[in-house]
């Protein structure tokens, strides 16, 4: 299904930052910058300022949002998910997600993690394995099983997203995505 360098895609390394319960997507971006521009990338600066206030500022390019339950829940804003890419977020592990934001999510190429996230901690050093299915707690030497991803949606992650993967095989199907029908 995948080629050696859509396997290295699934590998991912960055720091922890850490989120609590129900971030709904007002708090991934709140609702009165989205009216000022379309440019995700400025959109990106605001990223959780009304919960951490200079969240973006602190964030490397590949780093993870970790939380806890129902990330991502409220309205069905598809900005969201592309307003956390454009920050520099690889993807987001938290130990569930709503169900639109996480359909979203996986559509536009915004990879998202379910775990245990009790053990790690604002800064954390983690790895994240999405073929293996394990986040890597690089600080304790523990590996954290993770909520398997359908090989479909693995193969739309490694795509980049449902456009990049239509504009590729011009069709969904699963027979193109390695898996029976």
């Known amino acids: 299904m995948f080629s050696d360098e859509g396997r290295r895609c699934m590998e991912m390394r960055g720091k922890a930052h850490r989120f609590g319960d129900d971030v709904n997507t007002d708090y991934i971006l709140s609702s009165r910058h989205r009216a000022q521009t379309l440019d995700y990338k400025q959109l990106a600066e605001h990223l959780m300022e009304d919960i951490r206030p200079g969240f973006y500022a602190r964030v490397s390019q590949g780093d993870f949002i970790v939380a806890g339950e129902n990330f991502g829940c409220g309205s069905s804003r598809e900005y969201a998910p592309k307003v956390i890419q454009a920050g520099g977020i690889a993807a987001i592990l938290a130990k569930s997600f709503a169900r639109i934001f996480y359909r979203n999510a996986i559509n536009l190429g915004l990879p998202l993690v379910e775990c245990d996230t009790e053990s790690i901690a604002e800064g954390d050093l983690l790895r994240v394995d999405l073929a293996q299915g394990k986040v890597f707690h690089e600080k304790r030497k523990m590996a954290i099983p993770t909520r398997p991803i ?23 199907s699963l027979s193109a995505m390695g898996e029976k029908n």
């Not at 359908?150 to 969904?172: D, S």
């Open 150 to 172: 359908p090989a479909f949606m693995l193969t739309l992650l490694n795509e980049g997203g449902m456009v990049p993967f239509l504009r590729k095989y011009k069709k969904f």
